[in-house]
């Protein structure tokens, strides 16, 4: 079996079933996980600069 073969044997089974879902879930808002992604670094940024204060 070669690569090329079996990247098209994966390709063919990533592919199955993607006319019934299109690969993106319903419940997945872009901007909210976003916001929230950008929220958190923002808290471990804050966390990070309490704690790194010279004493």
Avoid: Q
């Amino acid at each position: 079996m070669s690569l090329a073969s079996t990247a098209h044997n994966l390709v063919v089974l990533a592919s199955e079933g993607a006319e019934h879902h299109g690969g993106n879930h319903d419940s997945l808002n872009p901007y909210l996980t976003g916001g929230a992604a950008l929220g958190i670094l923002f808290l471990m940024l804050w966390v990070t600069t309490r704690m790194n204060r010279d004493r």
